[in-house]
């Protein structure tokens, strides 16, 4: 094993050498990199190669990639300028808020993007973008190699929405990929952050559609409708509260029609208001009871799929 190899190893088996706190650009607490003056090389920074200590090392060095403990505040729009860029990522922000108008060519069902990623895509434990986008081109079970993140936008269009990806130059996609990379200002690249996807729901029983109808009802069924088609505005333009089921809800082969995502989606979110309310279980629970419903075919399926193995979900 050459130094630079066995550096390296012991780079990646020590991430516990993490310098101390200091404040960055903007005055939050990061981690910096400590020196180690015996071996004259950075302890902390996971490198393929080693830095050239010729220079400063705030030109070589980055982040630490741990940033699991750390705070993450997305940059506010009242701080995008007023050019070119600031309208494309508020156009971004504005077809993720309301894509029902802003990007309703590509869309065949009642949502917008913020009905999951809730809060404008900025809500820790609802997806949310900033910690999703720096982790692209990313391996994904579900077709089985590396996407990219528009890639992973256009799996939303056509299971979540139940609709078409848009093209890479389209100016929604155009759009959408500014919005997510300035909410993003600041994470290092491929830092996995807290927050990111939905929280992990551990029950101890089996899930039950019977007992996950009772919790739909009790708690659900106020806002998204006795029978899961969600409230319309009274404008007629999207809804107020959005359907779970039906023709107008998610599609099946999104990744909310997964039991376990569902259900951390919903322990972490609804119901909204309440957050954190439900047990594991009663998430669980009314997480099958919205699986065994209706809704949009996975467009991945054709009329004879009944007969083959069942595709990957996600
Ligand atoms: C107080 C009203 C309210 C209650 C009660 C409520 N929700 Fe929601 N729910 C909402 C709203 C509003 C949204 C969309 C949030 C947004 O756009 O910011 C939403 C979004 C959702 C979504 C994602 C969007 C979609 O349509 O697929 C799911 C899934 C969901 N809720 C499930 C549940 C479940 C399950 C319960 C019961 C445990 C529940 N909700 C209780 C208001 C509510
Ligand atoms: C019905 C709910 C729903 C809607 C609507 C929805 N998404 Fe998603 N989205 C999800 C789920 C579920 C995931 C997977 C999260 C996970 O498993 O960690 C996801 C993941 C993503 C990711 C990857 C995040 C990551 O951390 O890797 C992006 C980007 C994304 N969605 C963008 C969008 C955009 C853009 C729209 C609107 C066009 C949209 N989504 C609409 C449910 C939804």
């Not at 950075?42 to 630490?64: D, N, S």
């Not at 949502?111 to 820790?124: D, F, I, K, Q, V």
Request: hydrophobic share 40%.
């Amino acid at each position: 094993m050459s130094n630079r190899t066995s550096l390296l190893v012991l780079l990646l088996l020590a991430p516990g050498l993490n310098g101390s706190a200091a404040p960055d650009a903007v005055g939050r607490a990061i981690d910096v990199p400590v020196w180690d003056e015996a071996s004259d090389t950075p302890l902390a920074r996971r490198l393929i190669e080693p830095p050239r200590i010729g220079l400063p090392t705030e030109q070589t060095e980055m982040l630490v990639a741990d940033p699991a403990d750390r705070q993450f505040v997305p940059p506010r729009l009242a701080e995008l300028p007023d050019n070119a860029w600031g309208d494309q990522v508020r156009a971004g922000r504005n077809i993720f808020v309301d894509t029902q108008r802003y990007a309703r060519r590509y869309v065949s069902n009642g949502l917008n993007c913020s009905n999951c990623h809730l809060s404008e895509g900025r809500m820790a434990g609802a997806a949310p973008l900033w910690a999703g986008y720096p982790l692209y081109p990313l391996y994904r079970g579900k077709n089985l190699r590396a996407n990219t993140f528009p890639e992973r936008i256009g799996e939303c269009f056509r299971y979540s929405m139940d609709g078409t990806a848009p093209t890479l130059d389209s100016p929604e996609m155009q759009a959408l990929l500014a919005y997510a990379q300035w909410l993003s200002t600041n994470v290092p690249a491929r830092a996995i952050m807290a927050g990111r996807g939905f929280i992990g729901v551990s029950a101890p029983r089996e899930a039950s559609h019977g007992r996950g109808k009772v919790v739909y009802q009790s708690q659900c069924a106020v806002c998204h409708g006795k029978n899961g088609a969600g409230i319309a505005r009274a404008d007629g333009h999207g809804y107020q509260f959005p359907p779970l089921w039906g023709w107008d809800a998610y599609a099946s082969g999104a990744g909310m029609n997964k039991l376990g995502a569902a259900a951390g989606f919903i322990k972490g979110n609804m119901p909204l208001g309440k957050r954190g309310s439900l047990s594991d279980q009663e998430a669980l629970d009314v997480a099958f009871y919205l699986k065994i419903q209706s809704r949009p075919w996975d467009p991945r399926m054709g009329w004879f799929s009944i007969f083959v193995d069942e595709i990957p979900d996600g």
